[in-house]
């Protein structure tokens, strides 16, 4: 039985998030309704990490067994013709290798948040940044996102219904750094605790509108209290950027 790796686009404003859910529109409702309509197999399809409401990816990777041997660009193809018109897209296809799992196979996973600052709300980007009127640092925020890079305890900016074992992550990379009109945040680890990069980047914005400190934003993470974490940025802005998988065939 084949395995097939799925590098997938998609816009996450009309979804429930990404997991199914009954009765609820979702990512994963979407791309196994393809499959079905596709092989006329019915399939619990895999991957590398979950997205809330109205979170968006740009390169989220999925696996799905199917019985029969397709070609990859006809999986791919054949996809994409099903999931029309939902904004969902399969970039590319392959036949994984032996033993490959699209989310125990993942070391690191990258997200991008995108904030668009200036006066005047978007008009194309409606529901894909998240818009901040007020003049943003971002090389203040950069220098106080160092802060959170190491092994920590993440309380802070966990979610309160966040099912992990252990708030303990080990932070991999955090940048921010402005093109143009937007700040965009970068992160990336090999999990995240539910909610915790919108977490991160509502309190580096409190940094870049000179309303904290580096020095406030280590007080936080080291207060291990929810209450202490700033306002959370809302789901508009954020991208799963990517995966990186141990057998090197980074996506």
């Known amino acids: 039985m084949p395995r097939y790796r799925l590098l997938v686009e998609y816009d ?3 979804f429930n998030g990404f997991q199914a859910q009954a009765g609820q529109p979702t990512v994963q409702g979407a791309i196994e309704a393809a499959v079905l309509a596709f092989s006329g197999e019915t399939v619990r399809i895999a991957a590398s990490g979950r997205t809330d409401t109205g979170v968006h990816a740009l390169g989220q990777v ?3 067994d199917l019985a029969k041997t397709w070609p990859p660009s006809v999986v791919r193809d054949a996809l994409n013709a099903h999931l029309m018109p939902q904004p969902v897209v399969i970039l590319e296809a392959e036949v994984s290798v032996e033993g490959w799992h699209a989310r125990f196979s993942a070391r690191e996973r990258r997200y991008l948040y995108r904030i668009l600052n200036r006066r005047s709300p978007p008009a194309l980007l409606q529901g894909k940044v998240w818009h901040v009127k007020k003049a943003l640092d971002a090389d203040a925020m950069h220098e106080a996102a160092q802060r959170l890079v190491g092994l920590h305890d993440f309380t802070t900016f966990r979610d309160m219904q966040c099912q992990s074992k252990s708030p303990i992550k080990t932070l991999d990379l955090a940048t921010v750094h402005r093109e ?6 970068s992160f990336a680890a090999r999990s995240f605790l539910h909610r915790q990069i919108r977490s991160m980047a509502g ?4 940094v870049g509108l000179g309303r904290w400190s580096a020095d406030d934003l280590t007080a936080a993470l080291e207060a291990k209290d929810r209450k202490a974490c700033g306002p959370v940025a809302p789901a508009d802005g954020l991208y799963f950027y990517g995966v990186s998988y141990e057998d090197a065939e980074a996506k």
Request: no cysteine.
């Open 12 to 14: 996450g404003r009309p």
């Open 180 to 185: 143009g009109e937007e700040v965009l945040l």
């Open 203 to 206: 309190s580096l914005v409190e």
């Open 62 to 64: 999925v696996h799905v």
